[in-house]
C-alpha cells in the first residue's frame, strides 16, 4: 500500500516535471530545456565590455533585447539558435530598415553576419554617438519586425519607429542575396565571420561560464530525482 502510493506520488512529480505541471515541474522542465540547449548558442547575461542578444530568442522573429546601449569598444555579440531555421544580422540603414548597407564614396559598407544557426556573431562598437540599424536577411523576417538597434535615439528615428518602417515593408520586402559574412561595418566592427560556440568559446567570452556551471548544478538535482525513483520502484 504504502508502495504503491509512493510509486502514485513520484509519477505525479515525474509527469509535472516533464509536462510542467506544478511549480516544481515548471522549474525542473526550465531547467531541462536549458541543460537540453547547452550545444544551442543562447545570449549569457551582459558583463562590462559585453552587451548579448539572442537571434530568434524564443523561436520568435525578434532579437531580443532588440534596442541596446553599447558604448565605444563594447563587444555586442549576437547568438544564433540552431533550430532548423537560418537567421543574420545585417547592418541597414534607418531609410531602408531591410536592405543591406551597401558602400557609398568613401563610406564602407555595412557588417552582415550571413544567413547562420548555431553560431556567434560579434560587433565591435566604434561609434556610439550614432545608431545602428540591423536586420534579419532571411526571407520575410524583416518585414516581420524581426530588426534592431544600438545607441538608437530615443526621439525622432526611434527604434520603434525603424521597426514600424520595416513592418510596413511586410511582405514586399525584396528578397535579399546571401553571400555570407561581410566583416567591418559603420559605427560598429565585426572582426570576424559567425564562428560555432562551443561551451569553451561561451567560457573564454567570460560571461558564459558562471551560467553553464549553474545549468550543471542545476541539472543534478534532477538526476537524483531519477535515481530515488528508480530504488522505490524497483
Ligand atoms: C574593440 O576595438 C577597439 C579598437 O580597435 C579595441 O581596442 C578593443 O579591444 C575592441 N574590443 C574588444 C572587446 O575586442
Ligand atoms: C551616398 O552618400 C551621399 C552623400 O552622403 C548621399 O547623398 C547619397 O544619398 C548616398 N547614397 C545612397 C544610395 O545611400
Ligand atoms: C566614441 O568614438 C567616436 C569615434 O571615435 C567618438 O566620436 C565619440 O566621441 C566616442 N564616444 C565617447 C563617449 O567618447
Ligand atoms: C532604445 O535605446 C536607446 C538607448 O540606446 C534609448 O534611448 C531609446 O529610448 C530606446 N528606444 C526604445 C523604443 O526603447
Ligand atoms: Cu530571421
Redesign the pocket.
Known amino acids: 500500500m504504502f508502495c504503491l502510493i509512493s510509486t502514485l506520488l513520484l509519477s505525479s512529480l515525474v509527469s509535472a516535471q516533464i509536462y510542467g505541471g506544478g511549480p516544481a515541474g515548471t522549474t525542473a522542465a526550465a531547467t531541462t530545456t536549458s541543460a537540453a540547449a547547452a550545444s544551442v548558442p543562447s545570449a549569457p547575461a551582459d558583463t562590462p ?2 552587451v548579448n542578444i539572442d537571434v530568434a530568442f524564443n523561436n520568435g522573429f525578434v532579437f531580443h533585447p532588440a534596442n541596446v546601449t553599447a558604448s ?4 555586442v555579440t549576437f547568438y544564433f539558435p540552431n533550430n532548423g531555421l537560418t537567421h543574420s544580422v545585417t547592418q541597414s540603414s534607418f531609410a531602408a530598415p531591410c536592405t543591406f548597407l551597401a558602400a557609398n564614396g568613401s563610406a564602407p559598407s555595412g557588417f552582415d553576419s550571413g544567413l547562420t544557426a548555431g553560431t556567434q556573431f ?1 560587433v ?3 561609434d556610439d554617438t550614432k545608431p545602428i540599424w540591423f536586420h534579419c536577411k532571411q526571407v520575410d523576417h524583416c518585414g516581420m519586425g524581426m530588426v534592431g538597434s544600438v545607441n538608437a535615439p530615443s526621439t525622432g528615428n526611434t527604434f520603434d519607429s525603424f521597426q514600424a518602417a520595416a513592418m510596413k515593408i511586410g511582405s514586399n520586402e525584396a528578397q535579399e542575396t546571401d553571400n555570407g559574412a561581410v566583416t567591418g561595418g559603420v559605427n560598429g ?1 565585426a ?1 570576424a565571420a559567425p564562428a560555432t560556440m562551443s561551451a569553451s568559446a561561451s567560457s573564454s567570452s567570460g560571461s558564459g561560464s558562471s551560467s553553464s556551471a549553474m545549468r550543471l548544478i542545476a541539472s543534478v538535482p534532477l538526476a537524483m530525482l531519477g535515481a530515488v525513483m528508480v530504488v522505490v520502484i524497483f
Open positions: 565590455g559585453h565605444n569598444g563594447t563587444l560579434s565591435n562598437i566604434t566592427i572582426t
